[in-house]
């Protein structure tokens, strides 16, 4: 389900980041649900891989597995105002969202939403396509990493969070998305040609 924003505009394909939340943008509580706006905590460096990203020339947009909604852990109405919150911080810190989808459901209830299932994945791009070729997911979980593989997306795990847990000596993992941000390719300096990539090193 999309929590933000109430209207899209269509628009062109666009190469679109697909970025986890907790525990890839904000801190993840381990063993623990973020259930209240007070709990998220955005890392420092997040603001920083946003605007690095945006200024790439990727869409950004969250996805996110939200269960203690159906835990009942925390309501609709909660869930959102902790994703109003995110976008908000980020925004005032010139970073831009363009979107956030998340699945309210319990892993018993086999909807087609929650990660690593790709359903709010399709639902991001029936709302606004995406340059699938160059897009890309970043998560902190193996299932982060199933999801793209299901969606046939590049992926980056990033060793905050559970990153760690999720590496074990086995994917590359990047140290947090800002490493994952400066790692990727600039699509606009390739526009641009080799000139323009040459004043930029
Ligand atoms: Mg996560
Ligand atoms: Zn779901």
């Given at each position: 389900?999309?929590?933000?924003?109430?209207?899209?505009?269509?628009?062109?394909?666009?190469?679109?980041?697909?970025?986890?939340?907790?525990?890839?943008?904000?801190?993840?509580?381990?063993?623990?649900?973020?259930?209240?706006?007070?709990?998220?905590?955005?890392?420092?460096?997040?603001?920083?891989?946003?605007?690095?990203?945006?200024?790439?020339?990727?869409?950004?947009?969250?996805?996110?597995n939200q269960s203690g909604i159906a835990r009942g852990y925390?309501?609709?109405?909660?869930?959102?105002?902790?994703?109003?919150?995110?976008?908000?911080?980020?925004?005032?810190?010139?970073?831009?969202?363009?979107?956030?989808?998340?699945c309210p459901h319990g892993p018993d209830e086999?909807c087609?939403?929650r990660?690593?299932?790709?359903?709010?994945?399709?639902?991001?791009?029936?709302?606004?396509?995406?340059?699938?070729?160059?897009?890309?997911?970043?998560?902190?979980?193996?299932?982060?990493?199933?999801?793209?593989?299901?969606?046939?997306?590049?992926?980056?795990?990033?060793?905050?969070?559970?990153?760690?847990?999720?590496?074990?000596?086995?994917?590359?993992?990047?140290?947090?998305?800002?490493?994952?941000?400066?790692?990727?390719?600039?699509?606009?300096?390739?526009?641009?040609?080799?000139?323009?990539?040459?004043?930029?090193?």
């Amino acid at each position: 389900m999309r929590a933000w924003p109430v209207n899209i505009r269509k628009g062109p394909a666009v190469p679109t980041a697909f970025l986890d939340r907790d525990g890839t943008l904000n801190r993840d509580r381990a063993g623990a649900y973020v259930t209240r706006p007070s709990q998220l905590k955005i890392y420092a460096s997040a603001p920083a891989a946003l605007r690095i990203i945006s200024g790439k020339g990727y869409r950004i947009v969250v996805i996110t597995n939200q269960s203690g909604i159906a835990r009942g852990y925390m309501t609709m109405a909660g869930s959102g105002a902790i994703n109003l919150k995110l976008v908000r911080e980020l925004r005032r810190e010139g970073a831009a969202v363009d979107a956030v989808y998340f699945c309210p459901h319990g892993p018993d209830e086999k909807c087609a939403c929650r990660k690593p299932e790709p359903g709010l994945i399709k639902e991001a791009v029936k709302d606004r396509p995406a340059d699938m070729a160059r897009s890309f997911v970043v998560g902190d979980k193996q299932c982060d990493l199933l999801l793209a593989k299901r969606a046939g997306l590049k992926s980056f795990l990033v060793l905050t969070g559970q990153g760690k847990a999720a590496a074990a000596g086995r994917a590359p993992a990047y140290k947090n998305l800002l490493a994952v941000a400066r790692a990727l390719p600039d699509l606009r300096a390739d526009k641009a040609g080799p000139a323009a990539k040459r004043k930029k090193t």
